[in-house]
């Protein structure tokens, strides 16, 4: 079993849908949360970052932790075409330690 | 702030040469940086930690003569693909981490390594 599992996708929506990327992980460890965007061929940007449980919201993006779960959220509202990319969660115990990435989930946003 | 500039953006070579791929903090200080190995589709997967001054620490099952880092200032590291072979082509990615906090990780653009 992997330590972070993400649904590859491809997942297709609507322009204006709102979208769900969802990670579940097994180390109990994990402290720090966040989501990166990559687009074809660049490096992962990130996008939204979390520290233990809770909501995070910023802008059109929301990122949500549940511990007790091992669960975590990536919601986009209102998508765009532009929110076409992989979505990749990573999630690290801190300290400077390495980060362990999800498969990464593909997101297309039609018109 | 905290940006990574990564060197060449792609790069084709021969069989048999080696290619060395740049990583440089522009404007903070990486103590800490990391190498990915990207798969068309995947996600990125680990090769090495490289810390200022000291030797590199190898992820399981990735060669380290094959794939050499080096991290002599704090503001560069560099991965050099020795001996490359076609099984070598991918796409190569360096991070840098910043600041104290946990989800502090910066990511060059990556390298588009195909040997022919």
């Known amino acids: 079993q992997k330590e972070v599992e993400q649904d590859p996708g491809p997942l297709s929506v609507p322009e204006g849908a709102i979208v769900s990327l969802n990670c579940t992980y097994s180390?109990?460890?994990?402290?720090?949360f966040m989501w990166y965007r990559q687009y074809s061929r660049k490096g992962p940007e990130l996008l939204m970052y979390?520290?233990?449980?809770g909501n995070k919201e910023d802008g059109r993006f929301t990122a949500q932790v549940d511990k007790s779960s091992k669960y975590i959220s990536l919601f986009i509202r209102d998508s765009q075409p532009s929110d076409s990319a992989t979505y990749l969660c990573?999630?690290?115990?801190?300290?400077?330690?390495?980060?362990?990435f999800g498969t990464g989930t593909q997101l297309k946003v039609e018109l | 702030g905290a940006v990574v500039s990564q060197h060449p953006s792609w790069v084709i070579c021969k069989s048999g040469t080696s290619v060395k791929i740049e990583c440089r903090s522009l404007d903070f200080q990486a103590t800490t940086m990391f190498w990915y190995r990207q798969f068309p589709k995947q996600s990125l997967m680990l090769m090495a930690t490289?810390?200022?001054?000291?030797?590199?620490?190898?992820e399981q099952g990735v060669e380290k003569d094959k794939f050499l880092i080096n991290h002599a200032s704090l503001t560069l590291s560099t991965l050099t693909v020795t001996s490359a072979h076609p099984e070598d082509s991918s796409f190569y990615i360096c991070?840098?981490?910043?600041?104290?906090?946990?989800?502090?990780?910066?990511f060059g653009s990556g390298t588009r390594l195909t040997v022919v």
């Open positions: 490289s810390n200022e001054g000291s030797k590199a620490t190898y």
């Open positions: 991070s840098a981490k910043f600041g104290v906090d946990g989800y502090g990780y910066t």
């Open positions: 979390t520290y233990s449980s």
């Open positions: 990573a999630m690290s115990p801190g300290g400077g330690n390495k980060l362990t």
């Open positions: 180390n109990s460890a994990f402290q720090y």
